[in-house]
């Protein structure tokens, strides 16, 4: 016995909360395709992701140490991985659909320059006067323009709903340009879940790459409100945090949020009342939530790891150093842009040389990136 696509599409309708967006119900791609024999449209998407160069290279793009740092550290492979675990848990449990929720979780971090936030930072600066550099717009770029893969059309060709969960992906830090949607309605509930999912990913797990770096100490820890209650619910009073207490308190950590968010979105759901996907999106605010009181923990442990890990000196040290690989690469292809590729080359007219120079660097691997630069300037390494 097997499942067709059309099966598959009873399946959803049969299972998921009346406010999942459906595959039968998608509005399409931008360019028409006769759909799989034997995998729903979201379902497409999500393996398209998953083939596409971009995806690839995050195995060997930055989260917070770069990739010479060490072998257990978090990149963003890993980290769009643990995004997806999570975000499809969340799906499951709430009724939403989780094919969509997985694309588009796999999709957040594909347009992320190297060396994480410092690459970002150093690309919006440079190009301050061309419109500026956001990674999640330019994530979106690179589903619809970006990505060459099929001889009809630029970029992946995905549904019009993971290509506005992928634009309308937001957390505090990285506002998303909206592009050609409606900027009136919110991320369906599959897109807010990822938001969710990405959120409560890099503050569980950036703090388990600090521990791990010894970048933060228990001391600093005992002032945060979320990590005595963490102690005070594992009955832990160690002087010492092994590498299994570690993954305890991380574990549980995670285990907490999801709880909270699960039960907070439940009752708001159940407030709501809402009947079609249009009715969350239509809503005037967010309805995957934390309670005020997670909420307030979470924020906490943000500024915690601001202060304590992200802007901790040897952390900083690679960020500058990664700001000069980056703009000594921007400033010598804008100067010569005939050091690009071909197939770079013959996008300036169009795109303008500084959006160009910006997404061939954004393309980079920290590796190649790292490569180039000695190609470009160290006078003993062969162009």
Known sequence: MFANREKLEVIELETLAPYALFSRHSRGRFHRENEPQYRTAFQRDRDRIVHSAAFRRLEYKTQVFVNDAGDYYRTRLTHTLEVAQIGRTLARALGANEELTEAICLAHDLGHPPFGHAGEHVLNKLLSDYGGFNHNHQSYR?????????????????????????????????????????????????????????????????????????????????????????????????????????????????????????????????????????????????????????????????????????????????????????????????????????????????????????????????RSALLEYQHLFDPMTRP
């Not at 938001?195 to 521990?211: I, M, Q, R, S, T």
């Not at 001391?219 to 005595?228: D, H, N, P, S, V």
């Not at 040897?314 to 500058?320: K, N, Y």
């Open 142 to 366: 690179v589903v619809t323009e970006l990505e060459m893969r099929y001889p009809q059309w630029r970029g992946l060709n995905l549904t019009y709903e993971t290509l506005e969960g992928i634009a309308k992906h937001e957390t505090e830090y990285d506002l998303s340009e909206v592009t050609t949607f409606d900027v009136a309605l919110r991320g369906s509930l599959e897109a807010q879940i990822a938001n969710v999912a990405d959120e409560l990913a890099y503050n569980a797990h950036d703090l388990d790459d600090g521990l791990q770096a010894n970048l933060i100490t228990l001391g600093q820890l005992e002032t945060l409100e979320i990590w005595r209650k963490l102690c005070d619910q594992l009955g832990w009073r160690g002087k010492e945090l092994s590498e299994v207490d570690r993954h305890l308190f991380v574990r549980e950590l995670v285990g907490m949020m999801v709880n909270d968010v699960l039960h907070t979105t439940a009752q708001r759901l159940a407030a709501l009342a809402p009947q079609r996907a249009y009715d969350i999106q239509a809503h005037t605010e967010n309805v995957v939530a934390y309670s005020p009181e997670q909420a307030a923990y979470n924020r906490a442990l943000k500024d915690f790891l601001y202060q304590n890990m992200y802007y901790h000196f040897r952390v900083v040290r690679m960020s500058q150093r990664a700001e000069r690989f980056i703009e000594g690469l921007f400033m010598s292809y804008t100067r010569e842009p005939r050091q690009l590729p071909q197939h770079y080359q013959a996008q300036i007219e169009h795109e303008g040389v500084h959006r160009v120079v910006a997404d061939y660097i954004a393309s980079m691997t920290d």
